[in-house]
């Protein structure tokens, strides 16, 4: 079966549906599946739930979704970089799922994994407890957390190859990973599809058995804060 | 008088530990960074997956794929690993992770937090908060004393939405350094450059202890 496919559009072709829940990797702008977001704009697909730790900003990323109004629901941890998704919000034209980061990154992981719930202490005694139940190990209180599986995911790596052995690089790995494992279906797109054998086996990230579709895409990389210091002068 | 930002940075400095493992939070605790005694061998966690946190990257230097929880540019050190999100909770879960810088809206004399929300106003999200609050070993909050109209954030009671609960085990303020036991309270244990014992507890609704001299 052949994985690789020419471009985002006929990589996500028969694959999308109204009321879908989609995983979209990356944190901030980093390491985000810049053009499968675009070409899942370009469905028209609605309804969407997406699960992804941050919402994009105004012009970029998930924020494409956003304008067009597709999606009906966010399930995230940090989304104060979009104005446009608090106004929807506070508008009540979207709803909103706050999960703490490292309970959104092990639900994905537990997804994939097929773990259907865990317990864990992160949200104890706050409103994320909130009908959720309760269990004492060791004398301390946890919370129950279901694992998620989403019906597509959209990944970004570095670099993959025609089986969807993928590497990340740096930061940008953040959720890809768990995502990927995590989906029905899951489409990567990396900056390079590098021939058969020349990963090292012993370095790959995300193994392709979790990868159904990939593409080769140029990648505009924006970043959100370019913070730097100056060279002391010799 | 009272501390600056600078200086409540310098202070929250002095509790790394050498060998600690950190994370600091967004805002004054990044400022940490930038007092850690040169003597003291410190490993800083980003929790978006690296350990070993580099200085601002040279404007040659920036790259996109290497950034800090802020979403800053960053760079890499020679210690430095990189990990996914979940192995990155797993360890700030886990009690691995020796301390950490957060700051706060709000912070109970039990030692509870909230910063993540104002119902109806601010809508932003807890990030990682509420996972580093619960997993690592001591939590340090740095924050001002009171808001811009002299409110108490020191409180009996936090108002706002709790990031978690007597989670805190040192608030340092523009005002001095408290200490949080849990079960026994917030006590005073050092006042900043000229400000006195009557100009805390004018502007702290928290009930607190005094171990300092005045």
């Known amino acids: 079966m052949k994985k690789i496919f020419p471009d985002a559009k006929a990589a996500l072709d028969g694959l999308v549906f109204d009321g879908m829940m989609v995983m979209s990797g990356g944190f901030g702008l980093c390491g985000i599946a810049e053009n499968l977001i675009i070409a899942l704009r370009d469905t028209g697909v609605t309804d969407l739930t997406v699960v992804s730790n941050n919402a994009g900003i105004d012009d970029f990323g998930l924020g494409y979704l956003l304008q067009t109004r597709q999606i009906k629901k966010m399930i995230s941890s940090y989304v104060g970089e979009n104005k446009e998704f608090e106004r929807q919000y506070l508008a009540g034209e979207l709803e909103l799922e706050f999960n703490p980061q490292g309970t959104l990154a092990e639900r994905c992981r537990a997804g994939g994994a097929g773990i259907p719930g865990f ?20 004398g301390e209180t946890y919370i129950l957390e279901t694992g998620l599986v989403s019906d597509l995911s959209i990944v970004k790596a570095w670099k993959g190859d025609e089986q969807g052995n993928l590497v990340f690089r740096k930061t940008a790995r953040n959720f890809n990973p768990m995502m990927a494992a995590a989906g029905k279906v ?28 990939i593409i080769q895409a140029e990648h505009e990389k924006r970043i959100e804060q370019r913070t730097v210091r100056e060279r002391e002068s010799a | 008088m009272a501390w600056d930002r600078n200086q409540m940075a310098a202070r ?48 040659d230097e ?35 992770i020796d301390l950490s810088v957060l700051g706060a809206m709000e912070v109970s004399e039990k030692g509870d ?43 009996h009671e936090c108002s706002l939405p709790l990031t978690g609960r007597a989670v805190v085990d040192m608030v340092i303020t523009n005002l001095g350094v408290f200490e949080i036991e849990t079960g026994k309270g917030m006590k005073l244990v050092e006042l900043a450059s000229g400000v006195c014992i009557d100009d805390v507890k004018e502007l702290t609704q928290a009930d607190f202890d005094v171990a300092v001299s005045s």
């Open chain 2, 113 to 155: 937090l909230a910063n993540w929300m104002i119902p109806g106003k601010m809508v932003k999200g807890m990030g990682g908060a509420m996972d580093l609050v619960a997993g690592v070993k001591r939590v340090v909050v740095v924050m001002d004393h009171a808001s811009k109209s002299g409110a108490p954030k020191l409180l």
């Open chain 1, 119 to 138: 317990y864990t202490k992160t949200g104890v005694g706050t409103i994320i407890a909130d009908g959720k139940e309760q269990k004492d190990f060791g």
């Open chain 1, 186 to 213: 899951t489409v990567a797109e990396v900056e390079e599809i590098v021939p058969l054998g020349s990963l090292n086996p012993d370095c790959i990230h995300t193994p392709g058995i979790y990868v159904q579709r």
């Open chain 2, 12 to 59: 929250a400095a002095r509790e790394l530990k050498d060998g600690f493992y950190v994370n600091l939070g967004i805002g004054i605790p990044t400022l940490v960074a930038n007092h850690i005694d040169e003597g003291i061998d410190v490993t800083l966690q980003s929790e978006n997956g690296m350990l070993g946190m580099g200085p601002f990257p040279y404007d």
């Open chain 2, 62 to 96: 920036v790259d996109a794929d290497l950034i800090n929880a802020g979403k800053q540019t960053i760079t890499e050190l020679r210690r430095t690993s990189y990990f996914s999100s979940a192995e990155s909770f797993a360890m700030i879960r886990g009690g691995h």
